[in-house]
Nanobody, 124 residues
């Protein structure tokens, strides 16, 4: 079992920045691939960014490329998402996820564990 807790959400103006964090506890964090997903009201949960267990490979949704950066610190059992140049369409609940295996990071089936989510609201 892995427990995931997100933090760092909030209200920000368009063009601003936020840094989300995901703290993991339970089984060895370093063996898990990690990802960020988001869900806006009335929409499906969608992939935002992912990072392999080693940190050597990352993936991003086209909508956030060049603006968001995912990183992890296996020594501290944490993962982060630096979000810059935020847009109103980035408004959503952001979820941290963990999983093992070789599925593409973009797929929800790649992840076995999910956090409760943190709200990000970007005002225009």
């Amino acid at each position: 079992q892995v427990q995931l807790v997100e933090s760092g959400g909030g209200l920000v103006q368009a063009g601003g920045s936020l840094r989300l964090s995901c703290a993991a506890s339970g089984r060895t964090f370093a063996v898990y691939n990690m990802g960020w997903f988001r869900q806006a009201p009335g929409k499906e949960r969608e992939f935002v960014a992912g990072i392999r267990w080693s940190g050597g490979s990352t993936a991003y949704a086209d909508s956030v490329k060049g603006r968001f950066t995912i990183s992890r610190d296996n020594a501290k059992n944490t993962m982060s998402l630096q979000m810059n140049s935020l847009k109103p369409e980035d408004t959503a609940v952001y979820y941290c996820a963990a999983g093992s295996g070789l599925f593409p990071l973009e797929l929800k089936i790649a992840y076995n564990y999910w956090g409760q989510g943190t709200q990000v609201t970007v005002s225009s």
